[in-house]
């Protein structure tokens, strides 16, 4: 090999420039990597795809029913009001590191732009005192999100309620201002072209590690919802008008 120092390069017997050479190999890894961090965050789990719906960083991959810029949904570190447990505060957070936010709970429903039929639906959830929110699966078949903490007896309508139809087993409700932790594994409608032949299904719902639900069939969709209409796929929903609310920690593993 014979280098020429002032120049910085070296070259091989067959003339080859290796410095030239090496420079273009790591300028390729660098383009590979970059490729890589802008494909969306999709991965493989031995059980299916999974989708982490949320990058932390802004609102990309979601929508609003309304319009985005009348939305008071943002992206940061989520606490209880030290001054009101009535309100969330969304501080600054480090990229790929915020939570989905509404503080206020004025804000308006969000769903994602993907769409998903059978699959387990995990994420952590915060509520404010008093709050109100909800979880669509489908954009049609809501698990309710309430501050339940503490009540000896609860409905459809508390924390962990399939809204309109079944009650927790129990009140697995932690205090407001805590993240909270929802498992779901949910199956969708079956159709045969436009007629549904099997109904949705809540197969299991486990909050804060309790089993709430098991084997529980939606025989129609909940109000609310994005369209109004059962399909055989839809996005994920988080209800964002009727209290302040947080989620994080989003993943959704595809099964059918």
Same mark, same amino acid.
């Given at each position: ?19 030239t ?12 990597v ?16 999974v ?12 929508q609003?029913k309304?319009?985005?810029?009348n ?14 447990? #009535?309100?969330?505060?969304a501080?600054?957070?480090p990229?790929?590191?915020?939570d989905? =936010? &509404?503080? !206020?709970?004025? +804000? $308006? ?23 109100n ?7 049609e078949?809501?698990i ?23 009650a927790?087993?129990?009140?697995a409700?932690?205090?407001p ?10 199956? #969708? ?13 809540? =197969? &299991?719902? !486990?909050?804060? +590690? $309790? ?8 025989q ?11 399909h ?24 059918e």
């Open positions: 090999m014979r280098c020429d120092v002032k120049r910085r390069n070296c070259t091989n017997p067959q003339g080859k420039n290796t410095m050479d090496d420079l273009g190999t790591k300028m390729l890894v660098v383009l590979g970059m490729v890589i961090l802008a494909l969306p965050a999709i991965a493989w789990a031995a059980d299916g795809k989708v982490v719906p949320h990058n932390g960083t802004n609102l990309d991959g979601w609003t309304g319009d985005i810029e939305s008071t949904w943002t992206v940061g570190a989520t606490k209880l009001d030290p001054d009101n447990p #009535a309100k969330l505060i501080e600054p957070a990229a790929g590191r915020g989905l =936010v &509404t503080p !206020t709970g004025r +804000g $308006q429903d969000i769903f994602t732009v993907e769409k998903f039929g059978d699959c387990i639906v995990e994420l952590e959830v915060m509520v404010s005192k008093g709050s929110s909800g979880i669509y699966l489908m954009g078949y809501e309710q999100v309430l501050d339940s903490f503490g009540k000896e007896q609860v409905g459809p309508g508390d924390m962990g309620g399939i809204y309109g139809a079944t927790p087993a129990a009140n409700s932690k205090a201002g805590e993240w909270q932790k929802f498992v779901i594994e949910f199956q #969708a409608p079956r159709f045969n072209g436009d007629e549904k032949v099997a109904n949705a299904k809540f =197969v &299991t719902i !486990t909050l804060n +590690g $309790q089993v709430i639900h098991q084997n529980v069939e939606m129609r969709q909940t109000p609310g919802g994005v369209s109004g209409r059962e055989a796929k839809g996005p994920l929903m988080f209800q964002g008008n009727h209290g302040p609310v947080a989620y994080r920690n989003i993943r959704i593993t595809l099964t």
